[in-house]
Nanobody, 115 residues
Framework: QVQLVESGGGLVQPGGSLRLSCTASGSLVSINAMGWYRQAPGKQRELVAS???????NYADSVKGRFIISRDNARNTVYLQMNSLKPEDTAVYYC?????????WGKGTLVTVSS
């Protein structure tokens, strides 16, 4: 059973940057695709970025060109570098496998983009 812990969220001004981390209690090598999801107030949870074991990446149109996902299998960690942040990026960010698995959801980390 893998447990995922997200960190790195906080309050940032529009145009700023944050780097999120997702650390697993077990190995991520057996998980082909990992992703970052987010849930804004009143909205459904959505997948914003994913990365395969072969380092192939995919991004939602809303974050393409601004966010970068990466993974370090040796450290059992997945990262999300978020640049040029916008108020509409405000949400709780979670990591999970792709497709998601119910048992893998963590508590998430809150990102607030506001001046």
């Amino acid at each position: 059973q893998v447990q995922l812990v997200e960190s790195g969220g906080g309050l940032v001004q529009p145009g700023g940057s944050l780097r999120l981390s997702c650390t697993a209690s077990g190995s991520l090598v057996s998980i082909n695709a990992m992703g970052w999801y987010r849930q804004a107030p009143g909205k459904q949870r959505e997948l914003v970025a994913s990365i395969s074991i072969g380092i192939s990446t995919n991004y939602a149109d809303s974050v393409k060109g601004r966010f970068i996902i990466s993974r370090d299998n040796a450290r059992n960690t997945v990262y999300l570098q978020m640049n040029s942040l916008k108020p509409e990026d405000t949400a709780v960010y979670y990591c999970n496998r792709v497709p998601w698995k119910m048992d893998y959801w963590g508590k998430g980390t809150l990102v607030t983009v506001s001046s």
